[in-house]
T-cell receptor
């Protein structure tokens, strides 16, 4: 079946540090891949996405590249800020069918200290 | 403003007392869905709806009901809540046929506690 595995959290970094949150997936065919961010007390917001192999999604300084050979979609940012503190979810949308169902990873809580 | 609105934001209830969490979207989306979020498990889909009067089970439907009588509304019903349904619930919507990259739009969540 379809599944997403994220690195265990919580992750704590200092401001301006480099960030990587690992995400790997299992799926048949060619899923679409997403990163969502959840700020405290809010719902999930789309951060970035990629719909085919080798696509790079980017937004707000975050990047992730769809790597089919390693079934990965790792999230990176070169210099994090305190305002990036949130929970990050990796997700996939399966290839088949018209449904919009997303399969989520367990989430990674990120805390950035000043 | 385009949004998904859930009510209430917080709810404390007792075992067995029926409750409804409302969800409404103003984007004319065909697809709507309910998820629950639990620590270490991410988000799991409860039910979804592809359009009015079309609903189907997600991965964890036991103990829940939904209805889709109007396009904008998708209430979640717990007929007899139990403590294992204590969770954070999210409603989400999306255009049904806008391509594989169309994202889900989420409400701000309902934190339910069943004692």
């Amino acid at each position: 079946g379809n599944s997403v595995t994220q690195m265990e959290g919580p992750v704590t970094l200092s401001e301006e540090a480099f960030l990587t949150i690992n995400c790997t997936y299992t799926a048949t065919g060619y899923p679409s891949l997403f990163w969502y961010v959840q700020y405290p007390g809010e719902g999930l917001q789309l951060l970035l996405k990629a719909t085919k192999a080798d696509d790079k999604g980017s937004n707000k300084g975050f990047e992730a590249t769809y790597r089919k050979e390693t079934t990965s979609f790792h999230l990176e940012k070169g210099s994090v800020q305190v305002s990036d503190s949130a929970v990050y979810f990796c997700a996939l949308k399966p290839w088949a069918g018209g449904a919009q169902k997303l399969v989520f990873g367990q989430g990674t809580r990120l805390t950035i200290n000043p | 403003e385009a949004q998904v609105t859930q009510n209430p934001r917080y709810l404390i209830t007792v075992t067995g007392k029926k409750l409804t969490v409302t969800c409404s979207q103003n984007m004319n989306h065909e697809y709507m869905s309910w998820y629950r979020q639990d620590p270490g498990l991410g988000l799991r889909q409860i039910y979804y709806s592809m359009n009015v009067e079309v609903t189907d089970k997600g991965d964890v439907p036991e103990g829940y009901k939904v209805s889709r009588k109007e396009k904008r509304n998708f209430p979640l019903i717990l007929e007899s809540p139990s403590p294992n349904q204590t969770s954070l619930y999210f409603c989400a919507s999306s255009p049904a046929y806008r391509g594989r990259g169309s994202p889900l739009h989420f409400g701000n969540g309902t934190r339910l506690t069943v004692t």
